[in-house]
């Protein structure tokens, strides 16, 4: 399934220099994805996966393979770099048309705030996360109320339908009137029927890169931001665009030591990319063979014909049955010879609801 992440934030936050780096690692997975058709203002990330390395080598071995010989395919999340936005662009100031259009299209809101000094950077006013997620956030409510005005005056088929949906404006209106995001509201089924084809802009689920100094990296304590902010510390990712920037410059091996420097073991574009993984609710189910160690994205609670439908679609239609084996026994085991000796492999049917890091065949009709 495809998954897109809108990078915003105000002029001069970082955001440029978090996505050129972005597109610069993006060069060295082209020759995984030659099919892909990415645009210049979007760069895909593979989400970090240590399981599909492990199952690799298990397989390796099983079949006697030269290691490294199997190919990693990490489940992929698409970063948009949503331009123009500045105060006003609710109005159409800066890019704002242009920005609110292609936030709309994406699934998840990552602001980027800055918390850096730097006097070759020019901000306007002080620096301030608190005040750049509030303006932000106003512009994305403007848009709001503007698509609600909008939505009023489209004709209901019949005065019960009328009715609830002018009870859902209205309870809609209230929640933007008083500054609110949507995203912190409750409503029922019936109620989101009507919501979600709006697609408000304020509805959409949201994570914070708090771009700081490298040198605050080990120091500073996300803690303290996602309460100033208001927020969550577990939608906040402490990340520095300078450091993102410079190793893209470094080959793997590199980054790997540049990163235990700092004692870390991602980057910070992997730990955002992984962050909205979660955020959104998605797990992977794996399958591994001499082919490929592939994890595939799923949302949780998906059962295991609809999740067959990930691998390809008429795979639905013709599903018979999914073995299934945790991907840790299947490590610990060796494989699939052994698991199937031991009778480890569990035969599940269509409504067995997929676990993240089950290791999956399915079985499929002609």
Request: with cysteine.
């Amino acid at each position: 399934m495809g998954l897109s992440v809108g990078i915003v934030g105000l002029p001069n936050v970082g955001k440029s220099t978090l996505f050129n780096a972005l597109l610069k690692r993006q060069q060295a997975l082209a020759a995984n994805y030659p099919f892909a058709t990415i645009e210049p203002n979007v760069g895909i990330v593979e989400v970090p996966d240590e399981r599909l390395g492990k199952l690799a080598q298990v397989i390796e071995v099983e079949e006697k393979l030269e290691p490294d010989s199997v190919p990693l395919k990490p489940a992929t999340i698409e970063f948009y770099d949503i331009a123009g936005l500045v105060a006003g662009a609710s109005k159409g100031e800066g890019l704002g048309n242009q920005f609110l259009a292609h936030i709309r299209e994406t699934d998840l809101i990552c602001h980027v705030l800055r918390a850096f000094q730097d006097e070759d950077v020019v901000i306007t006013g002080k620096m301030d996360p608190v005040d750049d997620l509030a303006t932000v956030r106003t512009e994305l409510i403007l848009k709001d109320l503007e698509t609600l005005e909008k939505a009023k005056k489209v004709k209901a088929k019949d005065l019960k339908e009328k009715l609830k949906i002018e009870s859902t404006l209205t309870k809609v209106e209230a929640i933007l009137a008083k500054g609110e995001m949507l995203n912190t509201a409750q409503f029922s089924d019936d109620e989101m029927v009507i919501i979600k084809p709006l697609c408000f802009l304020t509805s959409k689920p949201e994570i914070y890169a708090i771009n700081i100094s490298d040198e605050d990296i080990p120091n500073l304590d996300p803690n303290n931001f996602a309460s100033k902010l208001g927020i969550s510390v577990q939608d906040v990712i402490l990340i520095s665009a300078k450091m993102e920037a410079e190793l893209a410059e470094l080959n793997e091996s590199e980054q790997k030591d540049y990163l235990t420097e700092y004692g870390l073991k991602y980057s910070g574009i992997e730990r955002t990319a992984q962050l909205a993984y979660r955020k959104l609710n998605l797990i992977s189910f794996l399958t591994c063979g001499q082919i490929e160690s592939k994890a595939w994205t799923i949302v949780r609670g998906t059962n295991a014909q609809m999740a067959a439908g990930v691998i390809h679609t008429d795979f639905v239609k013709k599903f018979i049955k999914a073995n299934v084996i945790n991907w840790q026994e299947f490590v610990n085991l060796g494989g699939w010879k052994k698991a199937r000796e031991l009778g480890k492999i569990k035969q599940e049917g269509r409504d067995y609801i997929m676990q993240d890091g089950d290791v999956v065949e399915f079985m499929i009709g002609e």
